[in-house]
């Protein structure tokens, strides 16, 4: 039988450096639906989101998606501990049927100095879509687990009894 190899855990704290630069695996295509649902749990109430025939009289002629759902799309792509938001910028338009893809800089990293077992990275973060327009841009600060202090993942093997 071979040796199960140790799968990946993910980034700590030491693996980070400053101009290092992430490209997120995943893109995710944006759908009507993604667009309506979201706009419609957030109370946003703009008809240019939810009404087509009202978006098609815009200068897009079509809907536009939620940025809010952008910010969200983006910040999941990148998958790490939020501390904070800024300078949001929007550059292009999110339609329907456009495909995000991200990617983040390391800007900055320090030890925190309420929780010895995490660092504080800084980070800008870009989504783009499938012709490489950046659509969104943030700078954010993250909590970053140091190695051999971040909680355990337990991983059951088919037949263990738990």
């Known amino acids: 039988m071979k040796e199960q190899k140790k799968s990946w855990s993910g980034r700590f704290y030491e693996d980070f450096e400053v101009g290092d630069i992430y490209q997120h695996p995943l893109g995710r295509t944006v759908t009507t639906k993604d667009n309506l649902?979201?706009?419609?749990?957030?109370?946003?109430?703009?008809?240019?989101?939810?009404?087509?025939?009202?978006?098609?009289?815009?200068?897009?002629?079509k809907p536009l998606v939620n940025s809010?759902?952008?910010?969200?799309?983006?910040?999941?792509?990148?998958?790490?501990?939020?501390?904070?938001?800024?300078?949001?910028?929007?550059?292009?338009?999110?339609?329907?049927?456009?495909?995000?893809?991200?990617?983040?800089?390391?800007?900055?990293?320090?030890?925190?100095?309420?929780?010895?077992?995490?660092?504080?990275?800084?980070?800008?973060?870009?989504?783009?879509?499938?012709?490489?327009q950046v659509v969104i841009t943030f700078k954010r600060t993250v909590m970053v687990y140091k190695r051999d202090h971040a909680p355990q993942i337990v991983r059951i093997q088919p037949g263990e009894a738990q």
Request: hydrophobic letters at 35%; a negative charge; charged letters at 15%.
């Open 37 to 61: 649902w979201f706009t419609l749990l957030t109370q946003n109430t703009a008809p240019v989101h939810v009404d087509h025939q009202y978006a098609s009289q815009t200068e897009f002629g």
């Open 68 to 132: 809010t759902f952008t910010l969200a799309l983006v910040t999941g792509q990148s998958v790490l501990a939020n501390l904070s938001w800024d300078e949001i910028q929007l550059p292009s338009p999110v339609f329907e049927g456009d495909t995000i893809y991200s990617q983040s800089e390391v800007l900055d990293k320090r030890e925190s100095q309420s929780r010895p077992h995490a660092g504080i990275v800084t980070v800008k973060t870009t989504g783009y879509n499938q012709r490489g």
